[in-house]
């Protein structure tokens, strides 16, 4: 609520002749935030992401953990939001779980990690590494929405349950129950399964996560 009185009154001081960024008319409610005009091309986003106070998460983050890969990627995988490594880094995926990640790229999908782009619910680090609050998600969705835009990829995977929550708004989908269906999403497909962090913990769900890619695969 913070962050959103102060950007009210730039705005304000806007009106007074003073250089900001563009638009919004009004940011009264959260979603009206939804309908800044952002960059669209992904350098000028990431650019517009680093300045990013507009969650709490701004004030513990060490970096923006903005998403990297292909923009032109056929793929595009969806986490939750940067761990320990990946604030540390300002690269996604980066730790134990972002190695695994990368093995099943590229054992399983057979291509390269860098023909694939990956990406976070939020670019900013949690404390301790929590999920991400509803309000921290939607501050950071539109974000995520105008990557998603500009890449245009196919096919959407996206880890673990607090991904596909946030992206899709089911909110009491179990990922144990949605995993490795297709939804529509946009111009693409949308199929969700666990987080690579996960099967660090259950490596017995590796199987239901090997299936899910190869059906992924053949989408390909
Ligand atoms: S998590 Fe997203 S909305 Fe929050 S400060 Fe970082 S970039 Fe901005």
Sequence with gaps: MQQLQLLKRLYWLKTFGYDYFDEP?????????????????????????????????????????FGE???????MFVGEGPGEMEDNTGRPFVGRAGQLLTKIIENVLEIKRQSVYIANIVKCRPPSNRVPTEEEANLCKPYLLKQIEIINPSIIVSLGSTSYRYLTGDRNGAISRVRGEVFDFGNAKLIPTYHPSYLLRNPSAKKDLYLDMLKVKAML
Excluded: M, W
Excluded at 46 to 59: A, G, M, Q
Excluded at 69 to 75: C, E, H, K, T, V
């Design 25 to 65: 008319k009004s940011i009264e409610t959260v979603d009206n935030l939804q309908n800044i005009k952002l960059p669209d091309t992904l350098l000028e986003l990431k650019k517009y992401t680093f300045s990013c106070h507009l969650c709490s998460l701004s004030k513990t983050r060490k970096n923006v953990v």
């Design 69 to 75: 890969g292909d923009q032109n990627a056929q793929i």
